[in-house]
């Protein structure tokens, strides 16, 4: 009885690790015949024309972009926390400025994923006249 619960066992074992062995064949055939979306020569032609002045402009509105986000959930944890740490009229005044400062930053962030967009167009209209 005991040999054949081994037996069992080693052959399901052998099963499983034939099929893993299998499967990982096909995805590496698979993988091989895939071509690059892009040719590199082309890429580099690409990189070259870069305009540097509006890269710099789309960096500075994506640091500006990390930070406006950065800003918006720390007065979102601001809001949280004098939710239940203050009472009273004070607490809602303060809670009203937090909002209007939130929606003030929400508003700035969208303004500044127009400004990425319409930098990223001016990139591309620039590489392609």
């Not at 082309?42 to 960096?59: G, M, N, S, W, Y």
């Not at 700035?108 to 001016?122: F, G, H, Q």
């Amino acid at each position: 009885m005991f040999h054949k619960i081994v037996g069992l066992t080693l052959s399901g074992l052998v099963c499983l690790a034939l099929g893993v062995a299998l499967l990982g064949d096909i995805g590496e055939a698979s993988a091989q015949q895939k071509k690059p979306k892009f040719d590199p020569s082309r890429l580099k032609l690409i990189f070259h024309k870069v305009d540097p002045e509006i890269r710099t402009a789309q960096r500075a509105l994506q640091v500006t972009h990390t930070d406006l986000v950065k800003a918006r959930a720390a007065i979102t944890r601001a809001m949280n926390d004098d939710v239940f740490g203050e009472k009273g009229a004070t607490e809602g005044a303060v809670l009203d400025e937090l909002k209007a400062a939130l929606n003030a930053t929400n508003r700035a962030i969208s303004d500044v994923n127009v400004a990425i967009r319409r930098a990223n167009l001016a990139q591309l209209r620039d590489k392609n006249p």
